[in-house]
C-alpha cells in the first residue's frame, strides 16, 4: 500500500523567512495530494492541493510542487507570519476515497 | 469550501460508560465519511470508512464491537465508543467526501472540529 514520509518533523523559522516541508510516496498510481494545517485541539484544514497531471500550484504565500518521476511533493510557504506556527500534514489519495497522511511538521515560526 | 460539523468539541466520561461522537455535513452530501484518531503529537489514525447506508470498514486493529459506526444519512455520521476505557482517551476527527453542487468531490476530505475524549 501507500506510504508516505515526511520531513522534517520539527522546522522553526525566523518571521518573514520562508519554511520547506518535503514528502515522499511510494505508490505511483497516486494522483492527488492535499496539504493541511492543523492547529492545537482542531481538526485538520485543507490549505492547497495539487493534481498529478500539474507541476506547481501557488495560491498567495504558499505553493506546491510535485515531481511525480521522484515521487515527492513540497509545500513552500513564503513571507512566514507567526500565525503560520501550526502542524502541517501532506497527505496522498490512492483511490478508493482513502487518503494516506504523512507524519506532520510541526511548524513555529519566532516573531 | 464544504463544512463538516463534529460535536461535541470535548467530552469527558467515567469509564465503562459509552460516548457518541456525531459528525455532518452541513452544505454538500456525504457519500463517505471518514473517523480518525489522533495521539498527542501524532499523526491521523484511519480507524474506519463509512458509506451511506451500508456497513463501515474498519481498519486493522480496530475493534468494530468498541467502536460503533453509523451512517445512515448522507448529512450525518456517528461514532459511539462503547464501554469507554481511560486508554480511549484521544482526539477522535471525521472527514467527509462526497457532492457539493453537482461537484463530485471524490478527493477532497473535508474534517471536523475534532473531538477531544477523556475518559476518567
Known amino acids: 500500500g501507500e506510504n508516505v514520509e515526511q520531513h522534517p518533523s520539527t522546522l522553526s523559522v525566523q518571521e518573514g523567512d520562508s519554511a520547506v516541508i518535503k514528502c515522499t510516496y511510494s505508490d505511483s498510481a497516486s494522483n492527488y495530494f492535499p496539504w493541511y494545517k492543523q492547529e492545537l485541539g482542531k481538526g485538520p484544514q485543507l490549505i492547497i492541493d495539487?493534481?498529478?497531471?500539474?507541476g506547481e500550484k501557488k495560491d498567495q504565500r504558499i505553493a506546491v510542487t510535485l515531481n511525480k518521476t521522484a515521487k515527492h511533493f513540497s509545500l513552500h510557504i513564503t513571507e512566514t507570519q507567526p500565525e503560520d506556527s501550526a502542524v502541517y500534514f501532506c497527505a496522498a489519495y490512492t483511490g478508493g476515497f482513502k487518503t494516506i497522511f504523512g507524519a506532520g511538521t510541526r511548524l513555529f515560526v519566532k516573531a | 469550501g464544504a463544512v463538516v460539523s463534529q460535536h461535541p468539541s470535548r467530552v469527558i466520561c467515567k469509564s465503562g460508560t459509552s460516548v457518541k461522537i456525531e459528525c455532518r455535513s452541513l452544505?454538500?452530501?456525504?457519500?463517505?465519511m471518514f473517523w480518525y484518531r489522533q495521539f498527542p503529537k501524532q499523526s491521523l489514525m484511519l480507524m474506519a470508512t463509512?458509506?451511506?447506508?451500508?456497513?463501515?470498514?474498519?481498519e486493522q486493529g480496530v475493534e468494530k464491537d468498541k467502536f460503533l459506526i453509523n451512517h445512515a444519512s448522507l448529512t450525518l455520521s456517528t461514532l459511539t465508543v462503547t464501554s469507554a476505557h481511560p486508554e480511549d482517551s484521544s482526539f477522535y476527527i471525521c472527514s467527509a467526501s462526497g457532492a457539493l453542487g453537482g461537484r463530485v468531490l471524490n478527493t477532497e476530505a473535508f474534517f471536523g472540529q475534532g473531538t477531544r475524549l477523556t475518559v476518567v
Open positions: 463509512s458509506n451511506e447506508g451500508s456497513k463501515a470498514t474498519y
Open positions: 452544505d454538500f452530501q456525504a457519500t463517505t
Open positions: 495539487i493534481r498529478s497531471n500539474v
